[in-house]
């Protein structure tokens, strides 16, 4: 695997970008470190959400159901980290990149938004998203408003009564998309994998799936969290994605 450092390194990001721009179906799989930039803190970091409230206490499917009102407590604050946040240039830089015919899709692991704020079209959200509200008595789905998480009372389904709850994926829940994306996964080439150590399934397959049928890797991380699965013909960009990412963009544009 070849580990990329300073985005100055002009040779090792024209042989990368000329390596997306052949690939016949590169697909982009994402996790928090991509919005991280945008204000978003990884949910596992020192002050993250999960370090305020427990996920065994807050956020399972059980929980929700028995005491909704427990679960919104977690839901408002979370609401308030995503509130007004805009994308960055990363992923503004997988936009470019899909519109430019040089990536198929985007498998993300976030409920932000920010790839299709970003331009981003084919784009399958594996944990739900937080801007539509979801009846699980009814199955409707509602956009959200900032009432719904300014407001003290719970909301509840206008069709049947039953209490929302964000269209985010609780533990206890199914993931989203899961044969979408082994459809899209299917024939891909070239995976990069952006701000996640892919370590939580199905996410956590994909990777290995890809080299298993003789595609190739480029992982954007701070640290190295793939070399059990990379190897020769692989890169790591170590570093800031908002940083070697748009550099990439830049680099494809130029060969």
Not at 121 to 139: A, K, M, N, P, S
Not at 196 to 205: D, K, L
Request: a negative charge.
């Amino acid at each position: 695997m070849q580990t990329i450092t300073r985005t100055s390194d002009d040779a090792a990001y024209a042989d990368a970008a000329a390596l997306l721009r052949a690939a016949k179906k590169a697909v982009a799989l994402t996790g928090a470190g991509i919005s991280v930039g945008s204000g978003i803190p990884d949910f596992r970091s020192p002050g993250g959400l999960w370090t305020r409230f427990s996920p065994e206490e807050y956020a399972t499917i059980e929980v929700f159901r028995r005491n909704p009102a427990k679960a919104w407590e977690l839901f408002r604050a979370l609401g308030a980290v995503l509130v007004g946040k805009e994308a960055n240039a990363a992923h503004h830089a997988l936009a470019e990149f899909e519109q430019r015919g040089w990536l198929h899709a985007i498998i993300t692991q976030n409920i932000d938004n920010l790839h299709q704020q970003a331009g981003s079209r084919q784009v399958f959200e594996i944990h739900g998203d937080h801007q539509h509200l979801h009846c699980l008595q009814c199955g409707a789905i509602v956009p959200t408003v900032p009432d719904h998480f300014e407001e003290t009372a719970i909301p509840h389904c206008a069709a049947c009564g039953f209490p929302l709850k964000p269209n985010v994926v609780l533990f206890g829940e199914a993931v989203r998309d899961l044969e979408a994306i082994h459809a899209c996964i299917a024939g891909c080439d070239l995976l990069l994998v952006i701000g996640t150590s892919a370590q939580v399934y199905p996410a956590a397959a994909l990777p290995s799936q890809v080299r298993r049928h003789g595609g190739r890797i480029m992982e954007f991380n701070r640290e190295a969290a793939l070399r059990a699965v990379t190897g020769p013909g692989d890169f790591l960009f170590q570093g800031d994605v908002l940083q070697t990412l748009p550099a990439l963009a830049a680099a494809c544009r130029r060969v």
